[in-house]
């Protein structure tokens, strides 16, 4: 249990650190489009086009970020095996602290009084969790879930990467969100993945759900930075926080077996209900800050400084 926390801190904190990073890289690549006056940065419905979202993802502040979600991404998926899903996302989930914490001193942003309660509301939601959290499921489903996760990941994420590039500037909890959601599919196909234990190559390529796991990583990722790029980055990440855990934490419990200790159910119930309704409460109050963009700053060559919150 005690590894298995470390390990899930540890996820969080990659994950955390990396999304600022990649905020701080797609916020230079939309500078560089506005003091360009580009207008094939952005589709017509007024989101970032395919073009753009790839000038983001080559900036050095948006690799290194990636390359810490890549780390994050190892950590958790060892985390979901030595954990119950709903402890183990809800603790990589607190990301969100990080990012928050973060973005103060990278991307100017000044947090208001209800967003520091908020996240202290999620601080406290992973102590009950903790002290809730009993042993994980043993992961064992039959053939069809697996299948299951594989169709429900590729209309999520297709369908999703859709309905997001159809709303444009307007989608940025909705990116958050999806992208939340294959994050959560990738917890749920880690904890059931065949051939891990004991290794076996031509059984894990076998199993639907590590198609599932590419899908929804690779998918999710995108939409991500698109969530980014066109919105406050602690609001996408709050929105991303409710995707990948309410559901792997339901279905952990309800599929695979996961358990709190013997008397302490109300507890890890109230933890969960309050991690969400922290991190809701954050997307809630935080703004978005347009990339932190003016035509006149574009013009200078540098974001405006974020307002005062």
Not at 164 to 193: E, Q, Y
Not at 242 to 271: N, Q
């Amino acid at each position: 249990m005690i590894i298995g926390l470390v390990t899930a801190v540890a996820a969080s904190a990659c994950y955390g650190t990396g999304s600022v990073l990649q905020a701080v890289g797609s916020r230079k690549s939309a500078l560089r489009e506005a003091a360009k006056a580009s207008t094939t940065g952005v589709t017509q419905h007024g989101g970032p086009s395919l073009s753009s979202t790839a000038k983001a993802a080559v900036t050095w502040e948006f690799m290194v970020g990636t390359v810490l979600d890549f780390l994050g991404f190892g950590l958790g998926a060892l985390a979901a095996r030595m954990l119950p899903l709903f402890l183990s996302q809800t603790v990589i989930s607190a990301n969100l602290i990080v990012t928050a914490l973060l973005s103060v001193k990278m991307l100017g942003i000044r947090l208001k009084r209800p967003e520091w309660a908020s996240i202290a509301v999620v601080c406290t939601a992973l102590v009950l969790l903790a002290t809730a959290a009993g042993h994980e499921g043993s992961g064992e489903t039959s053939r069809s879930t697996h299948w299951w996760l594989l169709v429900i990941s590729v209309v999520l994420m297709g369908g999703g990467t859709l309905a997001v590039r159809v709303m444009g500037s307007k989608a940025a909890i909705l990116a958050g969100l999806l992208s939340g959601l294959g994050f959560g599919a990738i917890g749920v196909g880690v904890r059931i993945l065949d051939g891990i234990d004991p290794f076996d190559i031509p059984s894990l390529l076998a199993d639907p759900a590590l198609y599932a796991i590419l899908i929804s990583g690779i998918v999710g990722m995108y939409l991500h930075t698109v969530a980014l790029q066109i919105g406050s980055v602690n609001g996408a990440t709050a929105a991303l926080v409710v995707g990948e855990t309410i559901l792997p934490g339901i279905i952990g419990v309800l599929l695979l077996g996961d358990a709190s200790r013997h008397g302490y159910a109300w507890m890890a119930v109230l933890g969960f209900i309050l991690a969400v309704a922290g991190a809701v409460a954050v997307a809630w109050y935080g703004e978005p800050d347009s990339h932190g963009v003016t035509p006149a700053a574009a013009e200078a060559g540098k974001p405006e400084p974020a307002p005062t919150r």
